[in-house]
């Protein structure tokens, strides 16, 4: 068997690769084999913390746009995630895996309130721990939430789930001349403005030393890939 590469992770997962598709809502095809991925993850001794995003949903800035104030329509994103975590969350019970979700906004009817200690303690006993809410705070992003997270974790690497296969010099949807990177420096992500994640997120990955790399969703196995050490998507360091 080959050797685990990254013991602890952080899964971010875009609300929109769960929604497959149909672009919109729930794919549990998708989730489901996402699922079976993770629970493999698992078994294999790695912990796992995820962090989904709520675009499937509704998007803050993008939905609420100058119809909505702004502190409020990203509130309604908080809780578009939190629909997503439980999702995975009944998915993941489904396959006997233990999980746990902890939310940055407290709703203890739901969840858990996000708390280090406790989160810790859970991945060492082998429990998946799914982060809802991004940071709790409005005009953050959940990849900014994700970062957060996986510093306060001591994860060894940030693993972005896109629908997208890696990191390009422009958006290959529109320029069929874009290039893909297999290795990046944070530095050019930021100077040339790639879209990896918000700028915000991407600093203070950058400040807190944590490597992300970036994949595509379509095939789950390739979360599995990624964490044994397989040259997959593209990887997001300090240094090349």
């Not at 997503?84 to 233990?98: F, G, I, K, S, T």
């Not at 530095?187 to 990955?205: N, Y």
């Amino acid at each position: 068997m080959s050797e685990i590469k990254y013991k602890r992770v952080l899964l971010k997962i875009s609300g929109e690769a769960l929604a497959g598709d149909q672009h919109r809502g729930l794919d549990f095809n998708v989730i489901g084999g996402v699922c079976d991925v993770i629970k493999k993850c698992v078994e294999a001794g790695v912990q796992v913390g995820v962090v989904v995003g709520g675009g499937n949903f509704w998007r803050g800035l993008k939905d609420g746009g100058d119809r909505m104030e702004r502190v409020r329509a990203d509130q309604m994103g908080m809780l578009a995630t939190v629909i997503n975590c439980l999702a995975v969350a009944d998915c993941l019970e489904q396959r006997d895996v233990p999980v746990r979700v902890q939310t940055a906004v407290e709703m203890n009817k739901i969840a858990e309130p996000y708390i280090r200690g406790k989160a810790l303690r859970h991945l060492e006993k082998g429990r998946v721990v799914i982060f809802g809410c991004g940071t709790g705070n409005p005009y953050f992003s959940t990849d900014t939430g994700a970062v957060l997270r996986a510093a306060e974790i001591d994860a060894d690497v940030i693993l972005l789930a896109k629908n997208i296969d890696g990191v390009y010099s422009a958006d290959p949807l529109k320029d069929p001349t874009a290039v893909k990177y297999d290795e990046i420096t944070y530095d050019e992500v930021l100077a040339k403005h790639l879209m990896v994640m918000d700028t915000t997120a991407t600093s203070l990955s950058m400040d807190n030393h944590i490597p992300i790399v970036l994949f595509a969703l379509k095939d789950p196995e390739n979360i599995y890939r990624v964490i044994m050490g397989e040259k997959i998507g593209t990887i997001v360091k300090e240094e090349l």
